[in-house]
């Protein structure tokens, strides 16, 4: 089973400073996240993978700001968050129905430069929902593992996968296990090196 797959374009991107952290005393480095639920996901089920997913960096060191960027209520204001993402702190995940160029056995792809870098990252609903009824796994906890997969590859950049923990290239029994069990996390070495990259922003601001 491949969880993701790294697509390689070329673009560029900018980057802001974070608001308000200056007066914090050695805060965490945080993270915004446009959401577009183009799949319809559940709005009950779509907040607790989110809760999922901020458990999973916050064990790693990093804070989530989710911003729901598409409503299926068309009269809500658009929230200014939603402009285009901006760099490593500032990104976007996209939740998609289906791959129609990828196989059943992808979950998910991060687009990445030719560098390494990226903002963007889709989830395909489908193959995460097929995982939910062949192992009898948590919807939320699984969609939720998925989301922090994928945003992972836009923080650690390429060749992020890993022979344990949340960046495996392939689940199986085991990691399912240890998703119902809220053990499948980052490595110490890859919370390092999100801390790292996005301090590393923030400085140069």
Known sequence: MNLGIRTCFVFSFLTIAFPGLANEPNPKPQVIINVYNDAQVLEKVLAQAEQEATRIFRQAGVDNVWVECQSLKPDLKRKPECDSPAGPWHLALRIVPWSSKLRDSVFGTAFLSVE??????????????????????????????????????????????????IMRLSWQGRELRSISMGTLLFTSEQAGSMQAKLFSVRARK
């Open 116 to 165: 390494g870098e990226g903002t963007y990252s889709d989830v395909f609903y489908d193959a995460v929902q097929k995982l939910h009824k062949d192992w009898h796994a948590s919807l939320a906890g699984v969609l939720g593992h998925v989301m922090a997969h994928e945003v992972g590859h836009l923080l650690l950049g390429t060749n992020a996968h890993s022979p344990t923990g």
